[in-house]
């Protein structure tokens, strides 16, 4: 169902995101790559699951590629 094994919310979590920030910490690109084949493996085992109660892509877009592209507030601009 792609939640989190801890905390049961939709994965990527808060604590999941954090902990992928730190492991990419640099490459952001390496991240987005990462999160989009993972994005592809939840799209489509949830779309097989029930596909009249999958989230929608836009929402799974936001869910799993979004947060990654934003800044964190500590970085400084470039």
């Known amino acids: 169902m792609w939640c989190c094994r801890t905390c049961g919310q939709p994965w990527p979590c808060g604590p999941a995101r954090l902990r992928l920030r730190a492991e990419y ?5 390496g991240l ?5 084949g993972l994005m592809h493996e939840a799209m489509r ?10 989230p929608a ?3 799974l877009f936001d869910r799993f590629l979004a947060w990654a592209r934003r800044r964190p507030a500590t970085d400084p601009p470039t």
Do not use: M, T
């Open 45 to 54: 085992d949830l779309y097989h699951l029930n596909a009249r109660d999958a």
């Open 57 to 59: 892509p836009a929402a």
């Open 32 to 36: 987005s790559i990462y999160l989009a």
């Open 25 to 29: 910490d640099g490459d952001r690109p």
